[in-house]
């Protein structure tokens, strides 16, 4: 079993949809979770933290739900620059990074 | 301006040869990491170092070797023993026991020919 899964997609939706991406983790005693942003044939770059209260930054929102293992990610008021692969990433031990394989968006106008 | 900086940018290697890919980061980051990226597929840890003079093995490590002489430095060397090592190669680092807050260089595409 991976230890963190993501729906690969890809996610095709018009500018202005609401999009929702979940991931779920196989390890309960992970203690950080993140989404990041790869575009194509770059870097990967942190998105944003997630937590079990739940955060918001601007039109992206994160959730926790450790009970199930299950993280997710919504992205409000989607633009053209939104088109990317949005990567779920679990850390064990609060040092390496465990990748999920990303799910892919594409906005269309 | 802060950040990592990998070289080269893309590399072709024949076979049977070793290369060094190079990652340096002034950021202060006490923590450096290895990844491998294939099409389609999620990022895999090679190494990490957590201090100088001192590295562990990833997921894959196998055919792969690293040195962390220096805070700023950690190059990574494919051997011949890898068997497979067409791929994008990250270069990470962050602030020891932050996990997360990692960021990483832009990325070293090698392909063998």
């Known amino acids: 079993r991976k230890e963190v899964e993501q729906d690969p997609g890809p996610f095709n939706v018009p500018e202005g949809a609401t999009v929702a991406f979940n991931c779920t983790y196989s390890n309960s005693a992970s203690q950080s979770f993140f989404w990041y942003r790869q575009d194509c044939r770059k870097e990967p770059k942190l998105l944003m933290s997630?937590?079990?209260s739940g955060n918001e930054d601007g039109r992206f929102t994160a959730q926790l739900n450790r009970a199930s293992q299950y993280i997710s990610l919504l992205i409000r008021d989607s633009k053209l620059s939104d088109s990317a692969t949005y990567l779920c990433v679990v850390s064990l031990s609060g040092y390496a990074l465990n990748f999920g394989k990303g799910t892919s968006l594409l906005v269309t106008p | 301006d802060g950040g990592i900086t990998q070289s080269p940018k893309y590399l072709f290697r024949k076979e049977g040869q070793n290369v060094t890919l190079s990652c340096e980061q002034n950021l202060n980051h006490d923590a450096m990491y290895w990844y491998r990226q294939d099409p389609g597929q999620g990022l895999r840890l090679i190494y990490y170092s957590q201090i100088v003079n001192d590295f562990q093995k990833g997921d894959i490590a196998e055919g792969y070797s690293v040195s962390r002489e220096k805070k700023e430095s950690f190059p990574l060397t494919v051997t011949s023993a890898q068997k497979n090592p067409t791929a994008f190669y990250l270069c990470?680092?962050?602030?020891?026991?932050?996990?997360?807050?990692?960021?990483f260089g832009q990325g070293t595409r090698l392909t063998v020919v």
């Open positions: 990470a680092s962050s602030i020891k026991g932050t996990g997360g807050r990692t960021f």
């Open positions: 997630v937590y079990s």
